[in-house]
């Protein structure tokens, strides 16, 4: 039997699995990376115990693993935020006045930086504008970079 065999005899299972302890929507990632693990773990496997048993034990290793991931990644984010806050979002009454951040965002920034303000996040933004949850991100980031360019150079001059 090989490794390919294995994840499409057992894709119900694994997906059984999966949907009985995630649900943030990345079952499907979650998924891809079970089945890179019995790919690359197969040649390991000498049947000493029951197929569904090594299975069951891979499916609930990666679904650590995704939990231990996003909990790094929460943190992370947290630690930015806090970051961000302090660095180079500027209040509404500092010298960088609204109309000026408008005016130097592109059009997709605009409409990211206003959800965001209003409170949503990317996975918000990215669903309300449907636009890839990366892109939202990275135009995010991006744009926070270009503003504390501009707002700490005019604290300079």
């Given amino acids: 039997m090989k490794a390919a065999d294995v994840i499409t ?8 699995i999966i949907h ?8 499907d990632d979650i998924f891809q990376n079970i089945a ?3 790919l690359s773990n197969f040649p390991q496997f000498h ?12 499916c609930l290793n990666q679904v650590a693993e995704h939990f231990r991931q996003q909990d790094r990644w929460q ?7 806090e970051q961000r806050e302090d660095a180079y979002l500027p209040d509404f009454c500092s010298k960088l006045l609204w109309e000026e951040v408008l005016a130097a965002a592109t059009e997709k920034q605009r409409d990211i930086l206003t ?4 409170g949503c996040g990317f ?8 636009l890839n949850y990366e892109q939202v991100r990275s135009r995010y980031w991006l744009f926070a970079k270009k503003l504390r360019r501009m707002y700490t150079q005019e604290e300079i001059q």
Avoid: N, P, Q
């Fill in 36 to 38: 890179l693990a019995v």
């Fill in 9 to 16: 005899e057992h894709e119900l299972y694994i997906r059984k």
């Fill in 123 to 130: 996975h918000t933004i990215s669903e309300a504008l449907s």
């Fill in 115 to 118: 959800l965001a303000l209003e």
């Fill in 75 to 81: 943190r992370g984010c947290a630690l930015m935020a």
């Fill in 20 to 27: 009985a302890r995630v649900w943030d929507g990345f079952e």
């Fill in 47 to 58: 049947g000493e115990s029951s197929i569904k048993t090594w299975l069951t034990r891979v």
